[in-house]
């Protein structure tokens, strides 16, 4: 059920459905709409939490981010041999 819910959002997101900077409904409130466990939600919003598609507020809730261009950083080793270097 997660994993579908995810999905969904992830859809709604993509689509324009659902713009970024909209606040997503609260965990209780979906999952009373949806008839489903409100840690399925939870779970859910988690992983669009991780995956950098959603931001939590605190207690204002979660808000749809924006996408960003995410720049590679230099290899572990790289950094290791700059630190020796010193």
Do not use: F
């Not at 409904?25 to 409100?38: C, F, H, K, M, Q």
């Not at 950098?52 to 808000?63: A, D, F, L, T, W």
């Amino acid at each position: 059920m997660t994993r579908q819910l995810t999905d969904q959002l992830e859809e709604l997101i993509k689509n324009g459905a659902l713009i970024v900077g909209s606040l997503l409904p609260s965990e209780r409130t979906l999952a009373n709409s949806l008839g489903v466990a409100r840690n399925v939600v939870r779970g859910s919003y988690e992983y669009l939490e991780k995956a950098g598609v959603v931001q939590r507020e605190g207690r204002k809730g979660r808000r749809v981010r924006a996408k960003t261009s995410r720049k590679k950083s230099a290899p572990r080793k790289t950094v290791k041999k700059a630190i020796k270097k010193r």
